[in-house]
Nanobody, 135 residues
Framework: GVELVESGGDSVQAGGSLKLSCTIT????????MGWYRQAPGNKCELVSV?????????ADSVKGRFTISRDNAENTVSLTMQMNSLKPEDTAVYYC???????????????????????????WGQGTQVTVSS
């Protein structure tokens, strides 16, 4: 089956950096979108970044210029990373990697604002990794 395993979450001070990684195995869809979501207590699930199979990217306004998403496709494994710089306390959340076989669905769902909880709607999700940024 498909498995997504995240790593890299930690506690840092404001202004610091973290790199989140997600290893996706058993997933061979060449036209898939991969992305990172986050959810803080009491908040909706928020799409943070997306990278499509052609390398095009999307970033939430709140992270533009600070976060960078990248992916490395191998035969049966995808490595998804997100470099997070200049972290702010409002970046504190559980971060999830996700993969979806329907291209552009991630951004479409985000525009509609209908996904309140992470680990729903999209095809595959990781278990989440905590990022805590202190002021």
């Amino acid at each position: 089956g498909v498995e997504l395993v995240e790593s890299g979450g930690d506690s840092v001070q404001a202004g610091g950096s973290l790199k989140l990684s997600c290893t996706i195995t058993g997933f061979t869809s060449a036209d898939s979108d991969m992305g990172w979501y986050r959810q803080a207590p009491g908040n909706k699930c928020e799409l943070v970044s997306v990278i499509s199979s052609d390398g095009s990217t999307y970033y939430a306004d709140s992270v533009k210029g600070r976060f960078t998403i990248s992916r490395d496709n191998a035969e049966n494994t995808v490595s998804l990373t997100m470099q997070m710089n200049s972290l702010k306390p409002e970046d504190t959340a559980v971060y999830y990697c996700a993969a979806d076989t329907m291209s552009t669905r991630m951004t479409a769902i985000q525009r509609m604002g209908i996904m309140t909880a992470c680990r729903t709607v999209m095809d595959y999700w990781g278990q989440g990794t905590q990022v805590t940024v202190s002021s």
